[in-house]
Antibody, heavy 120, light 107 residues
Framework: EVQLVESGGGLVQPGGSLRLSCAAS????????MSWVRQAPGKGLEWVANIKQDGSEKYYVDSVKGRFTISRDNAKNSLYLQMNSLRAEDTAVYYC?????????????WGQGTLVTVSS | DIQMTQSPSTLSASVGDRVTITCRASQSISSWLAWYQQKPGKAPKLLIY???SLESGVPSRFSGSGSGTEFTLTISSLQPDDFATYYCQQYNSYFFTFGPGTKVDIK
């Protein structure tokens, strides 16, 4: 069974940093692209970033470029999101998702999410 | 950037109704479109990929159609478990974008 478990969320002040983790199990982690998607309270879904199987390609939504870094450790079956210079508008539930596909990719399995609150 | 729109934003329906949700892309995305269902406090669940392919384990009352810039999600006979919010998502590139969502509630 595919499982994705996020951790690392919490309350952080504006300008602060946080590192999210996603522990994957039930599939060959190193064979899949992975994504982070967020959802602000009461709002819709927003894709944040994704990363290729070997980490050689990474893509970000414009609003987080230069502040967030996606990474992975295939030996630990783990995905990460380093978030720096956090802003109030980064407050959201952050989901990690497995991306399926060989040419173009689509998120098929999602974790339950971890809440990040940016507030003073 | 590819923008996605959905209509309606809210839909009130009864059990047994046929329900159709429309999603439009700001430019052609071929058939690279997915549909998700999300219930409050839960993660999204993939229903349809490549515009019309039903994800494994998803009931056959769900169907998708369309290509290019206009797409539809149809629920042939709405069931109590289907009251939720539905999102479309384009994956024509590695830069994904989601529609704003359509909430299906009880009439």
């Amino acid at each position: 069974e595919v499982q994705l478990v996020e951790s690392g969320g919490g309350l952080v002040q504006p300008g602060g940093s946080l590192r999210l983790s996603c522990a994957a199990s039930g599939f060959t982690f190193s064979s899949y692209w992975m994504s982070w998607v967020r959802q602000a309270p009461g709002k819709g879904l927003e894709w944040v970033a994704n990363i290729k199987q070997d980490g050689s390609e990474k893509y970000y939504v414009d609003s987080v470029k230069g502040r967030f870094t996606i990474s992975r450790d295939n030996a630990k079956n783990s995905l990460y999101l380093q978030m720096n210079s956090l802003r109030a508008e980064d407050t959201a539930v952050y989901y990690c998702a497995r991306d399926r596909g060989s040419y173009l990719i689509v998120p098929d399995y999602w974790g339950q999410g971890t809440l990040v609150t940016v507030s003073s | 950037d590819i923008q996605m729109t959905q209509s309606p934003s809210t839909l009130s329906a009864s059990v047994g109704d046929r329900v159709t949700i429309t999603c439009r892309a700001s430019q052609s995305i071929s058939s690279w479109l997915a549909w998700y269902q999300q219930k409050p406090g839960k993660a999204p669940k993939l229903l349809i990929y490549k515009a019309s392919s039903l994800e494994s384990g998803v009931p056959s009352r769900f169907s998708g159609s369309g290509s290019g810039t206009e797409f539809t999600l149809t629920i042939s006979s709405l069931q109590p478990d289907d009251f939720a919010t539905y999102y479309c998502q384009q994956y024509n590139s590695y830069f994904f974008t989601f529609g704003p969502g359509t909430k299906v509630d009880i009439k």
